[in-house]
């Protein structure tokens, strides 16, 4: 599988925790978006929490979903 090229990446933080898989993050800008784990993080089991800082892969046909890929 190709990586996309078309993602955009920003940084920000989890404002809520609706459910254990969707994540509203509010992104620097003052956007808040739903967002939810990458496969990796899921697989190695990597926790998040309201508070955390994280980065999120946007795609440029959908701004509202991302999908949150590092944890700071």
């Known amino acids: ?3 996309e090229d078309n993602l955009i990446t920003c ?3 989890v404002i809520a925790a609706p459910s254990h898989t969707i994540y509203k993050v509010a992104l620097g800008d003052g956007r808040e978006m739903l ?3 990458s496969g990796r993080m899921r697989r190695n089991h ?3 929490l309201v508070g955390d800082r994280v980065t999120v ?3 440029a046909y959908d701004l509202h979903q991302g ?3 590092f944890r700071h």
């Open 67 to 69: 999908r949150i890929v």
């Open 11 to 13: 940084e920000g933080k």
């Open 57 to 59: 892969e946007v795609s």
């Open 46 to 48: 990597i926790r998040i």
């Open 35 to 37: 967002c939810y784990c």
């Open 1 to 3: 599988m190709a990586k």
